[in-house]
């Protein structure tokens, strides 16, 4: 990381230490903020939140690992999250699988060259009666065939 | 047992109920029911102490009684009545009168399955392990007759050993996640290297990023391998390569000892803490094959000349001089744990620090050079070997700086477990052996440089000999004891008023020498906030040791440790110290020989600093 770029980045975490209190409870929705801006946090942005909140960074780092979505490493701009529970692999989850594969050339956990789409699995969204589901940045996507799911990417784009 | 207020939130932390001042008030006793045998507990005990006062065994894994609670592991489960489900026994406190069954068949039917999914992620290869015939894992596993991998076994490494760590070796294969690991370095040390990553089955013990230990703030103290009940953390042992230096007829092979591991190998050999076996010892490694053997007290001797010396100087320049750059108080150099922490923690505060060595590298830096001198051996052909409590002083021993002699000062550091192990291979049991003493040159040591060994150690020794050099007379204590350094206290204060002092110390007329003595990096960082909020400017002089207890409850300690074996270790040094004809560093006629024959100039001067004295180096937070 450039110099200019941790300086920036240590202030922005400042900035969100003055916003939520100088106190362990903070750490959750700092580390929410700067995974939306950034799309992850990376590991100086998790150790000027340790030094900041005067905690140990393998604190953070024990956090960040823990929920689903908080990324350690950098993720594209749109993150797709397919349903991976048993009724949606029932009502064909497979063929989605396939569709957004061959739509975005990646495997799933994986990133596009151009930063932009993430591919992951996710546990369920709960549409277990509506399935295939896949959830696109914060958008949910029911009832699934796989030109709607590779429609949907288009319109994101 | 430390706060663990701080760290976790309300609702993560274990349930506990304060106990009542008054047991005799209404309600401060409960009875309750322990398999048919009613007896009565004060309010909030938890079922495990219950259970252990009254002599019923239950088994534990995760449980230390220097730790927080955690309730992880599961194995210490009992039925309570009329709860539905089988409930940890140390984290459940006593809060009604309860029926409790530690041994129906629910019980150990849910002990042997906890057990046995344990085995089922570890990596048992138990021959092949340091914690062989010392492993809780083992030994629960053969209480509760284990005889089959029912849930599976790992039978080929999947992790990588990280080997990277001059002190530490960190093995993940034979994790069993108990956290304990988490909750000394956390919460014990403050210290902050290791926390759980992931989540569920993919749960992992882990550094930040998954560095190496060299790469991350680890301060190498140890700790967290005298509580690990697996082998999965263990130091890194250079027995093989001493043992070749041994068999090399061309090499002149020294140990020093330190007095900590002298007080606690017993512990390896089946004896109970609190037996010394200083004389025993010196046969042993001897018999080992070690061309000579030194006391470390010696040099403990001379860093407290040297620090006593530099604190005076510093005394002198901010009183008479009124120079306002000098720091005081000044803390203490000999723990390359604490060394290492303040390095990282507190790097704009190093000048704090004494700038003189630790007594194993001065040792180092006196063998290679005037011991080598008067024997006429040459230096290259020495083999310096360390015989230490310690895990930190393996890598204080590699630090670069430390080649005073023009060779590395000291070769190899050995800790407690480690000599025992190579006694043991050499097929000899340490307690049966003759007594015998230390080899000349530096046979002779005072009992001001035994008791560094447990925490205010340095404090007292150095104030025996302060007080002597300032006023001429001996401290005004009975019998030399300092009652107010010694005790386990985690933060110790106290001052002695000088009076009617010598005329060279005028300057020193009527101050009131106060001191403090830290123990566990966790106390050194409430004295260091101390220092940074300016609440320590009328303090002169403070020690800090990096583990809880001092050296004594140090990293390469015999496993198990808890306080009461501390103190029986510390009961052991001092009542061998009580013994002993010097017990005052200046009065040590050694001491005063190489200050005569080789550093003429005396403490704090030219030569001494080239040898006795170092630098620190700014490390920072910062992990790259």
């Given at each position: 990381?450039?110099?200019?770029?941790?300086?920036?980045?240590?202030?922005?975490?400042?900035?969100?230490?003055?916003?939520?209190?100088?106190?362990?409870?903070?750490?959750?929705?700092?580390?929410?903020?700067?995974?939306?801006?950034?799309?992850?946090?990376?590991?100086?942005?998790?150790?000027?939140?340790?030094?900041?909140?005067?905690?140990?960074?393998?604190?953070?780092?024990?956090?960040?690992?823990?929920?689903?979505?908080?990324?350690?490493?950098?993720?594209?701009?749109?993150?797709?999250?397919?349903?991976?529970?048993?009724?949606?692999?029932?009502?064909?989850?497979?063929?989605?699988?396939?569709?957004?594969?061959?739509?975005?050339?990646?495997?799933?956990?994986?990133?596009?060259?151009?930063?932009?789409?993430?591919?992951?699995?996710?546990?369920?969204?709960?549409?277990?009666?509506?399935?295939?589901?896949?959830?696109?940045?914060?958008?949910?996507?029911?009832?699934?065939?796989?030109?709607?799911?590779?429609?949907?990417?288009?319109?994101?784009? | 047992?430390?706060?663990?207020?701080?760290?976790?939130?309300?609702?993560?932390q274990p349930f506990k109920v304060e106990k009542p001042?008054?047991?005799?008030?209404?309600g401060?006793?409960i009875?309750?029911?322990?398999?048919?045998?009613?007896?009565?507990v004060p309010l909030g005990t938890t079922?495990?102490e219950?259970?252990?006062?009254?002599?019923?065994?239950?088994?534990?894994?995760?449980?230390?009684?220097?730790?927080?609670i955690?309730?992880?592991?599961?194995?210490?489960?009992?039925?309570?009545?009329?709860?539905?489900?089988?409930?940890?026994?140390?984290s459940f406190p006593i809060t009604a009168?309860?029926?409790?069954?530690?041994?129906?068949?629910?019980?150990?039917?849910?002990?042997?399955?906890?057990?046995?999914?344990?085995?089922?992620?570890?990596?048992?290869?138990?021959?092949?392990?340091?914690?062989?015939?010392?492993?809780?894992?083992?030994?629960?596993?053969?209480?509760?007759?284990?005889?089959?991998?029912?849930?599976?076994?790992?039978?080929?490494?999947?992790?990588?050993?990280?080997?990277?760590?001059?002190?530490?070796?960190?093995?993940?294969?034979?994790?069993?996640?108990?956290?304990?690991?988490?909750?000394?370095?956390?919460?014990?040390?403050?210290?902050?290297?290791?926390?759980?990553?992931?989540?569920?089955?993919?749960?992992?013990?882990?550094?930040?990023?998954?560095?190496?230990?060299?790469?991350?703030?680890?301060?190498?103290?140890?700790?967290?391998?005298?509580?690990?009940?697996?082998?999965?953390?263990?130091?890194?042992?250079?027995?093989?390569?001493?043992?070749?230096?041994?068999?090399?007829?061309?090499?002149?092979?020294?140990?020093?000892?330190?007095?900590?591991?002298?007080?606690?190998?017993?512990?390896?050999?089946?004896?109970?803490?609190?037996?010394?076996?200083?004389?025993?010892?010196?046969?042993?490694?001897?018999?080992?094959?070690?061309?000579?053997?030194?006391?470390?007290?010696?040099?403990?001797?001379?860093?407290?000349?040297?620090?006593?010396?530099?604190?005076?100087?510093?005394?002198?320049?901010?009183?008479?001089?009124?120079?306002?750059?000098?720091?005081?108080?000044?803390?203490?150099?000999?723990?390359?744990?604490?060394?290492?922490?303040?390095?990282?923690?507190?790097?704009?505060?190093?000048?704090?620090?004494?700038?003189?060595?630790?007594?194993?590298?001065?040792?180092?830096?006196?063998?290679?050079?005037?011991?080598?001198?008067?024997?006429?051996?040459?230096?290259?052909?020495?083999?310096?070997?360390?015989?230490?409590?310690?895990?930190?002083?393996?890598?204080?021993?590699?630090?670069?700086?430390?080649?005073?002699?023009?060779?590395?000062?000291?070769?190899?550091?050995?800790?407690?477990?480690?000599?025992?192990?190579?006694?043991?291979?050499?097929?000899?049991?340490?307690?049966?052996?003759?007594?015998?003493?230390?080899?000349?040159?530096?046979?002779?040591?005072?009992?001001?440089?035994?008791?560094?060994?447990?925490?205010?150690?340095?404090?007292?020794?150095?104030?025996?000999?302060?007080?002597?050099?300032?006023?001429?007379?001996?401290?005004?204590?009975?019998?030399?004891?300092?009652?107010?350094?010694?005790?386990?206290?985690?933060?110790?204060?106290?001052?002695?008023?000088?009076?009617?002092?010598?005329?060279?110390?005028?300057?020193?007329?009527?101050?009131?020498?106060?001191?403090?003595?830290?123990?566990?990096?966790?106390?050194?960082?409430?004295?260091?906030?101390?220092?940074?909020?300016?609440?320590?400017?009328?303090?002169?002089?403070?020690?800090?040791?990096?583990?809880?207890?001092?050296?004594?409850?140090?990293?390469?300690?015999?496993?198990?440790?808890?306080?009461?074996?501390?103190?029986?270790?510390?009961?052991?040094?001092?009542?061998?110290?009580?013994?002993?004809?010097?017990?005052?560093?200046?009065?040590?006629?050694?001491?005063?020989?190489?200050?005569?024959?080789?550093?003429?100039?005396?403490?704090?001067?030219?030569?001494?600093?080239?040898?006795?004295?170092?630098?620190?180096?700014?490390?920072?937070?910062?992990?790259?």
């Open positions: 990381m450039l110099v200019y770029e941790k300086n920036s980045l240590s202030e922005e975490i400042e900035l969100l230490i003055e916003r939520f209190g100088k106190d362990r409870v903070a750490l959750l929705p700092i580390l929410q903020i700067i995974e939306k801006r950034h799309n992850y946090i990376s590991e100086f942005a998790q150790q000027e939140v340790a030094r900041l909140l005067d905690i140990h960074p393998v604190e953070v780092y024990s956090v960040v690992s823990f929920y689903n979505f908080l990324h350690r490493y950098p993720q594209g701009k749109n993150i797709v999250r397919l349903c991976k529970t048993i009724s949606c692999d029932m009502a064909g989850k497979q063929e989605i699988e396939k569709a957004l594969k061959r739509e975005l050339g990646i495997n799933f956990d994986e990133t596009t060259r151009d930063k932009k789409w993430t591919l992951e699995y996710t546990s369920c969204l709960g549409m277990c009666d509506q399935g295939p589901a896949m959830l696109v940045n914060d958008k949910i996507y029911t009832k699934l065939d796989p030109e709607t799911a590779v429609k949907i990417l288009n319109d994101t784009k | 047992m430390p706060d663990t207020i701080k760290r976790a939130p309300i609702s993560q001042l008054d047991l005799n008030a209404i401060g006793m009875s309750i029911q322990i398999n048919e045998k009613k007896v009565s079922i495990l219950a259970c252990r006062d009254n002599h019923i065994h239950i088994p534990t894994l995760c449980h230390h009684p220097d730790l927080c955690a309730g992880v592991c599961r194995v210490c489960v009992v039925e309570v009545d009329g709860m539905r489900t089988l409930q940890a026994s140390c009168s309860i029926k409790i069954k530690t041994s129906s068949e629910l019980v150990r039917k849910a002990r042997r399955n906890i057990i046995d999914l344990l085995l089922s992620e570890h990596h048992g290869e138990c021959y092949a392990c340091v914690k062989n015939k010392n492993c809780e894992l083992q030994t629960l596993s053969k209480e509760y007759g284990v005889d089959n991998m029912r849930f599976g076994h790992v039978k080929e490494p999947v992790y990588e050993v990280d080997f990277s760590s001059t002190s530490l070796v960190r093995d993940m294969n034979k994790c069993v996640l108990c956290r304990r690991c988490i909750r000394t370095c956390i919460d014990l040390q403050e210290v902050g290297v290791l926390e759980a990553i992931n989540r569920g089955d993919k749960t992992q013990i882990s550094t930040f990023y998954d560095k190496p230990l060299q790469d991350v703030i680890c301060i190498n103290c140890g700790q967290c391998l005298n509580r690990c009940p697996t082998g999965a953390l263990y130091s890194n042992d250079p027995s093989d390569e001493i043992w070749r230096a041994i068999d090399d007829p061309q090499k002149h092979v020294v140990i020093q000892t330190a007095p900590s591991p002298r007080a606690a190998i017993g512990e390896e050999f089946g004896y109970a803490p609190g037996h010394s076996f200083t004389p025993e010892l010196n046969t042993a490694l001897k018999r080992i094959g070690f061309d000579r053997v030194f006391d470390t007290n010696f040099t403990a001797d001379l860093t407290i000349l040297e620090e006593g010396t530099e604190l005076l100087t510093r005394l002198k320049k901010a009183i008479v001089d009124k120079d306002t750059t000098v720091k005081l108080p000044q803390f203490t150099s000999c723990s390359p744990g604490w060394i290492k922490f303040i390095e990282h923690f507190y790097p704009e505060h190093l000048d704090y620090l004494s700038t003189a060595k630790s007594p194993q590298q001065m040792f180092g830096a006196i063998i290679k050079t005037f011991y080598a001198q008067e024997q006429g051996i040459d230096p290259k052909d020495i083999v310096s070997v360390s015989l230490m409590p310690c895990s930190a002083k393996k890598f204080e021993c590699n630090r670069p700086e430390m080649d005073a002699s023009g060779f590395r000062d000291v070769d190899y550091g050995l800790t407690t477990r480690e000599l025992a192990k190579m006694i043991r291979e050499a097929g000899i049991f340490l307690p049966e052996l003759p007594k015998s003493g230390f080899d000349e040159p530096f046979g002779e040591a005072s009992g001001a440089g035994l008791i560094f060994g447990a925490t205010g150690g340095v404090m007292e020794a150095a104030l025996r000999t302060v007080y002597e050099l300032v006023t001429g007379r001996e401290v005004p204590f009975e019998n030399l004891r300092i009652e107010a350094c010694r005790g386990f206290e985690g933060i110790k204060e106290a001052s002695v008023k000088l009076e009617n002092v010598l005329p060279a110390y005028s300057f020193l007329e009527g101050v009131n020498f106060k001191f403090m003595v830290a123990h566990g990096t966790a106390n050194a960082k409430q004295v260091m906030e101390l220092l940074r909020e300016g609440k320590l400017s009328d303090v002169h002089f403070v020690e800090i040791m990096a583990c809880p207890g001092g050296c004594l409850g140090g990293g390469g300690q015999p496993i198990p440790t808890s306080e009461e074996i501390r103190k029986q270790r510390a009961k052991a040094i001092y009542a061998e110290e009580e013994g002993l004809p010097i017990r005052k560093s200046h009065e040590n006629p050694h001491v005063k020989y190489i200050y005569e024959k080789f550093i003429p100039e005396g403490p704090c001067s030219e030569l001494s600093h080239k040898l006795l004295h170092t630098h620190y180096k700014k490390r920072g937070r910062y992990i790259i």
